[in-house]
């Protein structure tokens, strides 16, 4: 039995994961605002993280309507603690250098292209709303990270080393991508979730064809889900984020609500 | 597509109070880019009155993270209430998803005027590109089509950045989406 799995509300649990991985990724592009490589390249990162957590508002505003248990967007995104988010390991790493931060945006924009794609059908009015509209931010991220991958890794040797290690870091995170929950494939069968396993093929296909084409390669690992999400298991680098990300919340709890 | 005139919600107004308001609503500007009134940018679509005089407003998101939102819905509903329309409720819609299309022609000129660049072309609409092309814009300043992008992202959520190289100005592009 695990303390952490509640799937007595699959769609609760699976828009939280989608707007955890929203939050939690654009929290980690706001981390590079004033330390951006150049001036164009900070005020890309604040417009990144800015789309991201507008996604996450949206998504997240959704899920505590449908816990309906009078939490807020707020509640959820600065008052829940580690094992309680739904993210995916991959959207948590540190950001690194500039080449492991790029390798990760074409990892997962990619994903959440296809994700957002699919879920524009879904039966679920809301869902498919906020998925519509997401996808046009996600459309320019993704083209962002796979110009960007071409970019350092035909530049110079140092580029090059630096987003293939980013490659290198992260790919043992692919699998946890595709990794369905129980309670996100009954959801998928009725049609209001997308089942994760059904995007793989894309997913690798798009990758394939960047990388491909930046020179640089997928490394050879044979990685599998060891912890997963879905039980609320994270690894040792959300709970640092969530310090700094629910700092001001936490400290004044009586402060918080509007008048933020 | 480019929404054309005779579908734009403004030109359907529901009754003559909701054409009142949508008059009054032509003049709200959008704070980021007061060049344009939030009817130009297309992102009011709907406006309802009651036979008692309460207005009930839809209001699009240009961009989900878009720190004006709240702003616009605040001055949106100032303009309003001046009107003498003291009960005013406004319900964010998502869908249609706002896109650049959703610029009025005219909205496009204003901009263009105040120089940024208007968008180019439409919205990319199914399988979009992985590696794309930046668009051929021309200067709002001097009007050559030498330009050039000096960044995708720039100071709103909505804009990029470039460069003329006739003139030499720097300005901004709305970008498409």
Redesign the interface.
Known sequence: MNIYRDESNPLFQYVVGLGDDALILGHRWSEWLSKGPNL??D??A??????????A??LLEYAAEVEGAGRSADDLAYLRDTQDFRCHWLCEQPNEDWGVTIARMLMFSTYQYLRYSALMQSTDRQL???A???L??V??H???A??WT?RLAQGTDEGHRRVQNGFNILWRFVPELFETSGGERTLANDGIAVASDSLEADWRE?MD??MT?AGVSAPETSGRVMASRHNGHHSEHLGHLLCEMQFLQRAYPKASGATW | MMAATNTRPESQPSSDKAAEIWAVLAGVLDPEVPAISVVDLGIVRGVMVSETGAVKLQVTPTYTGCPATALIHEIIKAAVISAGYFEVEIEQVLSPPWTTDWISQEGREKLRAYGIAPPVGEAAVGKALLFGVPPQVSCPKCGSNKTEQVSEFGSTACKAMYKCLSCAEPFEYFKCI
Do not use: M, P
Not at chain 1, 46 to 55: E, H, T
């Open positions: 164009e390249l005020i890309a604040s417009n990144l993280a800015l789309d991201l957590i507008g996604q508002n949206l498919a709303e906020i519509a509209k997401a046009k931010e459309t320019y993704r083209r962002f796979a110009e071409v798009t064809e960047v084409k």
